[in-house]
């Protein structure tokens, strides 16, 4: 089984670029997450879908949208990256809401805003 | 603000040796406590989680001991393994309908040397 499914795993952006880090999951979750990851600051949430057809702000969403595109599918874009947003961003899933419940995570886009 | 803090951020122990982190929040709604490890280049994986309703679990050569009043948990490692050489992160989620958002801790980089 693969998963959840994160591409590209590595990228590396200019000054106002956009690009849209693609996240997959094959084990048929209800929700699914975008975290990103600096040093000493553990993951923080960036946006969350509880359910197709949903989507929410989590702790640190400005600069970023996301898509539910379907069941599987979540995507996270930077319309205009800023050095800042130098991280590595993880997606996750969960089974299913309304409980907490094992977080199943990608391996991790490595992205650098020059 | 940080809502759940970690130390120490970094730990180095000999095999055999006992490793121990700890955690400690702020929201007393957190009702889910997780402990992910993650290795280099990959995502953070469950490790082992409890509840408040009990104060220890225990699986394998890892616990969680957990103190309601105190508001704060650790994650002993008993028999530290070369192996367990990753980088450890507690969590904490409420139950929700809008599904398990985790809020993380800093991070401890643990080294077991051999």
């Known amino acids: 089984n693969a998963g959840v499914t994160q591409t590209p795993k590595f990228q590396v952006l200019k000054t106002g670029q956009s690009m849209t880090l693609q996240c997959a999951q094959d084990?048929?979750?209800?929700?699914m997450y975008w975290y990103r990851q600096d040093p000493g600051m553990g993951l923080r949430l960036i946006y969350y879908?509880?359910?197709?057809?949903?989507?929410d702000k989590g702790e640190v969403p400005n600069g970023y949208n996301v898509s539910r595109l379907n069941k599987r599918e979540f995507s996270l874009r930077l319309e205009s990256a800023a050095p800042s947003q130098t991280s590595v961003y993880f997606c996750a899933s969960t089974p299913r809401t309304g409980t907490n419940t094992e977080a199943f995570f990608g391996q991790g886009t490595r992205l650098t805003v020059v | 603000q940080q809502q759940v803090k970690q130390s120490p951020q970094s730990l180095i122990v000999q095999k055999g040796g006992i490793s121990i982190i700890n955690c400690a929040y702020e929201n007393t709604a957190f009702d889910y406590f997780p402990w992910y490890q993650q290795f280099p280049g990959k995502g953070p994986a469950l490790l082992i989680a409890i509840r408040p309703d009990v104060s220890e679990k225990k699986e394998g050569r890892f616990t969680i001991s957990f103190n309601k009043s105190a508001k704060q948990f650790s994650l002993h490692i008993m028999d530290s393994q070369p192996g367990d050489s990753a980088t450890y992160f507690c969590?904490?989620?409420?139950?929700?309908?809008?599904?398990?958002?985790?809020?993380f801790g800093e991070g401890t980089q643990l080294t077991v040397n051999p």
């Open positions: 084990m048929n979750h209800n929700s």
């Open positions: 879908s509880a359910s197709e057809g949903t989507t």
């Open positions: 969590a904490a989620s409420t139950q929700e309908t809008s599904g398990s958002r985790l809020t």
